[in-house]
């Protein structure tokens, strides 16, 4: 493949082939211009814990690569059965994501920054009466790489910086292992955790819709999960994903049972991805 292959929760940045969270293609400091397209078959939209439709979903992706700098445009197509907002046979999500890899490791370890533009285009949010709004995200992350055939520790830091206003902390540790010149297999582990008011805007917990929510910051969720990529030819390869999801306890998984389609799940998928 024309590209290094780099795998775990932590990695992914606005699109993942997988929900968003998971199996990503990136490449650092590259001065030659690469497109991908990925197109993943995922048995259920979760993401962050946040189970938003429980039947399968179809995610496409393309990035734009050079330099260190990526552009995503990544999408959510419900095929059929309806989400948490009602919407079936349409597409329910499409972000847009602008990520920069600094030229740079600062004792093995990586960074990369970006920001990330959610949009939901056909989705009402039944509590209050109208759309869903969109919102964006700066992050910024670190990789260490000292041990990366063996185990890959990484730390990514969201800020919403629009409905939100709060923020999200995504801890993984991934083991990888190359079984061939074609075969690469990973299992890993990753924890999210929300400040108060990233805990408020998706687990409210208030009484009555629209009032006011009294969610503490903590831990969000926990996913254990393994992959694995097989190169078919120098420009396509299949990858094949499986995780399972928890949310934490007390009000945080309280207040999913009247928001979200469940409070733990078992999904994965197949992603196709082609570089030209």
């Given at each position: 493949m024309?590209k290094?292959?780099?795998?775990?929760l932590?990695a992914?940045?606005?699109?993942?082939?997988?929900?968003?969270?998971?199996?990503v293609?990136?490449?650092s400091?590259?001065a030659?211009?690469?497109?991908?397209?990925?197109?993943?078959?995922?048995?259920?939209y979760?993401w962050?814990?946040?189970?938003?439709?429980n039947?399968?979903?179809?995610?496409?992706?393309?990035?734009l690569?050079?330099?260190g700098?990526s552009?995503?445009?990544w999408?959510n197509y419900?095929?059929?059965?309806s989400?948490?907002?009602?919407?079936?046979?349409?597409f329910?999500e499409?972000?847009?994501?602008?990520?920069?890899?600094?030229p740079?490791?600062?004792d093995?370890?990586s960074?990369?920054?970006?920001?990330?533009n959610?949009?939901?285009p056909?989705?009402t949010d039944?509590?209050?009466?109208?759309?869903?709004p969109s919102?964006?995200?700066?992050?910024?992350?670190?990789?260490?790489l000292t041990?990366k055939?063996?185990?890959?520790?990484?730390?990514?830091l969201?800020g919403?910086i629009?409905?939100a206003?709060g923020?999200?902390?995504?801890?993984?540790i991934?083991?990888p292992y190359?079984?061939?010149?074609?075969?690469?297999?990973?299992?890993?582990?990753?924890?999210?955790?929300?400040n108060?008011?990233?805990n408020?805007?998706?687990f409210?917990?208030?009484p009555?819709p629209?009032g006011?929510?009294?969610?503490?910051?903590?831990w969000n969720?926990y996913?254990f999960?393994?992959?694995a990529?097989?190169e078919?030819t120098d420009d396509l390869s299949?990858?094949?994903?499986?995780?399972?999801t928890?949310?934490e306890?007390?009000?945080i998984?309280?207040?999913?049972?009247n928001?979200?389609?469940?409070?733990?799940?078992?999904w994965g998928g197949?992603?196709?991805?082609?570089d030209?």
């Amino acid at each position: 493949m024309k590209k290094t292959m780099v795998f775990g929760l932590a990695a992914a940045v606005a699109g993942g082939a997988f929900a968003q969270n998971d199996v990503v293609m990136v490449e650092s400091g590259q001065a030659q211009t690469e497109v991908t397209a990925e197109a993943a078959l995922v048995s259920s939209y979760v993401w962050r814990g946040q189970v938003y439709n429980n039947d399968f979903v179809v995610q496409p992706q393309v990035t734009l690569e050079t330099y260190g700098v990526s552009f995503n445009v990544w999408g959510n197509y419900n095929l059929g059965g309806s989400d948490i907002n009602g919407t079936s046979s349409d597409f329910s999500e499409i972000d847009l994501s602008l990520a920069y890899t600094l030229p740079f490791n600062l004792d093995d370890v990586s960074f990369d920054v970006g920001v990330i533009n959610y949009n939901f285009p056909n989705s009402t949010d039944s509590a209050k009466g109208k759309a869903v709004p969109s919102t964006s995200e700066l992050f910024g992350a670190a990789t260490l790489l000292t041990f990366k055939d063996y185990v890959i520790p990484s730390f990514t830091l969201f800020g919403d910086i629009d409905e939100a206003n709060g923020v999200y902390m995504l801890f993984d540790i991934v083991a990888p292992y190359q079984v061939s010149e074609y075969l690469a297999v990973e299992g890993g582990i990753s924890a999210g955790y929300g400040n108060t008011s990233y805990n408020d805007y998706y687990f409210n917990n208030a009484p009555t819709p629209g009032g006011s929510s009294t969610q503490d910051s903590g831990w969000n969720d926990y996913n254990f999960y393994a992959n694995a990529s097989y190169e078919i030819t120098d420009d396509l390869s299949v990858a094949v994903n499986v995780t399972y999801t928890m949310l934490e306890g007390g009000s945080i998984r309280d207040a999913a049972d009247n928001i979200y389609d469940s409070k733990q799940k078992l999904w994965g998928g197949v992603n196709l991805i082609y570089d030209f």
